[in-house]
Structures are given as structure tokens and as C-alpha cells.
């Protein structure tokens, strides 16, 4: 069975400064590796996912990850965090076994900017 | 409408009564999930539908019950809760079996149960 883990409960980061948000995974086989966030109240957002090929994925409102297959890793990145991206984020993997398609969740970080 | 919607929004109930939750896609998907997102824990799978059969139930208490009568709507009725199942309650879909496994979300029901 897959399973995710995101160390950090809480990040607080000042605006314009960069961001990584962890994120590591044990799935024995290719894992399909997915990033959502989730504003309060809201449902969760589909930010970038990784399938194959090139291990860095472009996602939406300027998010990238990389996958590094090596240290079980998919963090996330920001270069330029805006305060407008303070929410809750979710690393997710994915499983293909036949006959049942799930994805499991981490646990999630919290990402506080301020001004 | 677009994506995944869910009514309502709010829910506020004792624990007598009975209520249902509804989840509409529009995405065309054929597989579509409740999940339970509680403060400080991670969210739980509790139910798959895939082409309107349940497909996976994780062990939730009799006391919620989900039907899915087609492809694109998705129930959960609820009878005789408890204060600890108060949650957001998260419908989502995705493409099914052979499509893409990523899920797409609805806004999700606040729960309260008094």
C-alpha cells in the first residue's frame, strides 16, 4: 500500500520570498504523484501532477515540483510566494492496481505568508 | 454549472435526524468518491463508485449511507450521526477505469452534528 508524508504541519513564509513544501511517498512501483491546495471553506484544487517523463512539472499560479525518484520526493516550489497562496497544501499518490484507482493523502501543510 | 458541485454547503443536524448529502459532476467522469476531511487528520476515503457500483466502502459506519444513481450524481444519507462525525464531507470524480486517475473536487459540505 502507498503512503505520503509532508513533514511540515505549519510554514509561515514573508511575502515575495521563495517556498518549498515537502512531500515523500512510498509506492513500490511508478507512482503518479499529484499536488492540490485547499482554501478555507473550499474544496481542493488540482495544482500540478506528475505522470512520466520530465520530472519537473509546470503547474498553475506559478507552482513547479520535481520529482526525484531517488529520495521517494515530490516537493513543491514557489519562487515568489504572493499572499494570496496562503492556504493548506496536499501531496497526493496515486495507485493503478487493477481494479481500484485511489489516491492517498498527506496529512497537509499549512502555508501562512506574511506581509 | 461547471466541475463538481455539492449542496449544501453548510448542514447543521441532531443527532435524530436524517439528511442527505448531494454531489453533481459535469466533468463527464464515471468514477466518483465521498471523502471525510476532519480538523488534523488526514483526509479518509470512505466510498468509490465506479459506473454507478460501489466499488470500495472503507469500513464507514452503517450510519452513512451513499447511492449513486448515475454517473454524474452521488448521494450520501445520513441517519442517527454523532458529534464526531462532523466534518467536510468532499465529493469528488474522476475519469474511470482506464482514464486518468487524477480526482477533481467539489466545495465540499460543512457538517455539524449537535
Known amino acids: 500500500a502507498q503512503s505520503v508524508t509532508q513533514p511540515d504541519i505549519h510554514i509561515t513564509v514573508s511575502e515575495g520570498a521563495s517556498l518549498e513544501l515537502r512531500c515523500n511517498y512510498s509506492y513500490g512501483a511508478t507512482p503518479y504523484l499529484f499536488w492540490y491546495v485547499q482554501s478555507p471553506g473550499q474544496g481542493l484544487q488540482l495544482l500540478l501532477k506528475?505522470?512520466?517523463?520530465?520530472?519537473l512539472v509546470q503547474g498553475i499560479k506559478g507552482f513547479e515540483a520535481e520529482f526525484k525518484r531517488s529520495q521517494s520526493s515530490f516537493n513543491l516550489r514557489k519562487p515568489s510566494v504572493h499572499w494570496s497562496d496562503a492556504a493548506e497544501y496536499f501531496c497526493a499518490v496515486g495507485a493503478m492496481e487493477t481494479g481500484r484507482r485511489a489516491l492517498t493523502f498527506g496529512s497537509g501543510t499549512r502555508l501562512q505568508v506574511q506581509p | 454549472e461547471t466541475g463538481v458541485t455539492q449542496t449544501p454547503r453548510h448542514l447543521v443536524m441532531g443527532m435524530t435526524n436524517k439528511k442527505s448529502l448531494k454531489c453533481e459532476q459535469h466533468l463527464g467522469h464515471n468514477a466518483m468518491y465521498w471523502y471525510k476531511q476532519s480538523a488534523k487528520k488526514p483526509l479518509e476515503l470512505m466510498f468509490v463508485?465506479?459506473?454507478?457500483?460501489?466499488?470500495e466502502n472503507n469500513s464507514v459506519p452503517s450510519r452513512f449511507s451513499p447511492e449513486c444513481p448515475n454517473s454524474s450524481h452521488l448521494f450520501l444519507h445520513l441517519h442517527t450521526l454523532q458529534p464526531e462525525d462532523s466534518a467536510l464531507y468532499l465529493c469528488?470524480?474522476?475519469?474511470?477505469?482506464?482514464?486518468?486517475?487524477?480526482?477533481?473536487f467539489g466545495p465540499g459540505t460543512r457538517l455539524t452534528v449537535l
Open positions: 506528475y505522470f512520466s517523463g520530465d520530472t
Open positions: 463508485y465506479n459506473f454507478k457500483e460501489q466499488t
Open positions: 469528488a470524480s474522476s475519469k474511470a477505469p482506464s482514464g486518468s486517475i487524477e480526482q477533481f
